[in-house]
């Protein structure tokens, strides 16, 4: 079966433009997870969805950034005036049914913001 | 915040030699979990040691977690140089709801030369 696939795999952008990356999680699965990860850094949290609601947004940076998942697959990370700091590898996660499972990785969108 | 830390930095050994890579972290966790990285794009699962668990196994991978230090191990067995990426360790900590959150480490780079 197909694993989580991310769209782009690279996005470059200027500052000040709003961008958005894609996940497909893979099939099935309930639960899913964006991360940021910089440079020489492991992933940092972002955001947690169990289903089409968003369970802990704890780790988005600010209100610039959003994501929706509105049918409970597919999932939408939306990130508004972007700043050159936002320059990161943007991964996907997801697991079956919520975060005590396994979590499955896509490769990423990898986003520079000029 | 990155909870877990990974020890050392980066490693460079021979294909045949064992690496061992160490993980600290800093507060309760309920599972520790082991990643791999190449070329800085997705992560793919390795091995889940569970807080009640001592010693893990998979094929060339033995994972160790001492609660009471606070810190884990992998060991790779037997190095090949398709075993080149970083190797990351992510504490799961549980928060509200029952659920689960992922907490990475910033990793170990491993090279082994052929």
């Known amino acids: 079966g197909a694993g989580v696939s991310q769209t782009p795999s690279n996005k470059v952008t200027e500052k000040g433009k709003y961008v958005e990356l894609r996940c497909d999680p893979i099939?099935?699965?309930?639960?899913l997870y964006w991360y940021r990860q910089s440079l020489g850094q492991g992933p940092e949290f972002l955001i947690y969805f169990q289903g089409t609601g968003a369970a802990d947004d704890s780790g988005l940076p600010n209100d610039r950034f959003f994501a929706v998942r509105p049918e409970g697959s597919v999932s939408t990370l939306k990130i508004q005036r972007t700043e050159r700091g936002d320059s990161a590898v943007y991964l996907c996660?997801?697991?079956?049914?919520?975060?005590?499972?396994?979590?499955?990785f896509g490769p990423g969108t990898r986003l520079t913001v000029l | 915040s990155q909870q877990g830390e990974e020890d050392p930095q980066a490693l460079s050994i021979q294909e045949g030699e064992n690496a061992t890579m160490n993980c600290s972290y800093k507060t309760s966790i309920n599972n520790l979990q082991w990643y791999r990285q190449n070329s800085g794009r997705g992560l793919v699962h390795l091995i889940l040691i569970r807080s009640n668990e001592r010693e893990k196994h998979s094929g060339r991978l033995r994972v160790t977690l001492d609660t009471s230090k606070k810190s884990s191990s992998l060991l790779i067995t037997a190095s090949r140089a398709a075993d080149t990426a970083s190797y990351f360790c992510a504490t799961g900590l549980k928060y509200q709801g029952g659920s689960e959150k992922l907490v990475f480490g910033k990793g170990t780079k491993l090279t082994v030369n052929p």
């Open positions: 996660a997801s697991s079956l049914h919520d975060s005590t499972d396994t979590q499955y």
């Open positions: 099939s099935g699965h309930t639960a």
